[in-house]
């Protein structure tokens, strides 16, 4: 078998601070920047592998999370992103979350023939957040109680938890990095002929600051553990791909990798 291809998914697009690039006192830009919601395609293995899948829809994330403006268009639908490489919903055997904030889980029920792969960790920091109470989020720190409420009941069957690192397919591994960008954030390590490449979530979100600088973004569980992760990334992967960077999508959203 050969090295898998992996490529990036575009899935919408939202408006946020820029301070999100960056440790907060470290940044005093007060601009509103466009970013992607990203997921990664992952083909040439025994099945087809999904990481992330965009957010639920553009009006939850506004009136429910109370954030700024989110975008989709019918081109950025995960089935016609799929549709690219001839590939549909039925046919993806593994849905791997990086974690469980709105932009990264939603419509998992679009997905019937595949296990959902995720931190057990994070599903228990998703039912039972500790930030409630702060203006943004949805009452839940970005985890949106729908999401959650769909894995734990209606999509039970197919929640495949995970505690520590494990192989999904050959060449495809899954990482946990505790208390980084949420309480079980997993990295997906994928063998390419590129290298070893890293779908990180949200733990940096632009790897020339957060990884090359190792200055850690401006979101995050706890800033040790963030140090001790982007170190660990920078060390470990031979590209990291974050989820909201529009350059990794204009670098290999065409030949992807």
């Known amino acids: 078998m050969g090295k ?107 997905f019937p023939n595949a296990e959902i792969v995720v931190q057990r960790e994070e599903l228990k920091a998703a039912a039972a957040p500790k930030a409630r109470h702060i203006a943004v989020g949805g009452g839940g720190f970005f985890y949106d109680r729908m999401d959650v409420a769909m894995l734990v009941d209606r999509l039970w069957a197919q929640v495949a938890l995970i505690e520590g690192a494990e192989e999904i397919i050959p060449g495809v591994r899954c990482e946990p990095f505790w208390n980084s960008h949420t309480p079980g954030s997993q990295v997906v390590y994928v063998d390419t002929d590129a290298g070893r490449v890293a779908c990180i979530g949200d733990i940096c979100r632009k790897t020339e600051i957060n990884i090359e600088q190792q200055i850690p973004p401006g979101l995050y569980y706890d800033l040790e553990s963030m140090q001790m992760a982007i170190y660990k990334l920078k060390r470990d992967a031979d590209i990291c791909l974050p989820t909201h960077d529009y350059k990794v999508w204009e670098n290999y959203g065409n030949d992807g990798l």
């Open 4 to 110: 898998l291809r992996l490529y990036p998914l575009l899935l919408g697009e939202a408006e946020v601070s820029a301070k999100l690039d960056i440790f907060w006192s470290l940044s005093k830009d007060e601009t509103v920047v466009k970013v992607p919601i990203l997921g990664f395609l992952i083909l040439g293995g025994s099945h087809p592998v999904l990481v992330d899948t965009g957010f639920r829809s553009a009006e939850r994330c506004t009136s429910v999370h109370k954030l700024g403006p989110h975008r989709t268009r019918d081109e950025w639908s995960v089935g016609a992103q799929l549709g690219r490489f001839g590939i549909t919903r039925d046919d993806i055997r593994y849905v791997v979350l990086t974690h469980l904030h709105y932009d990264h889980v939603g419509n998992c029920e679009s």
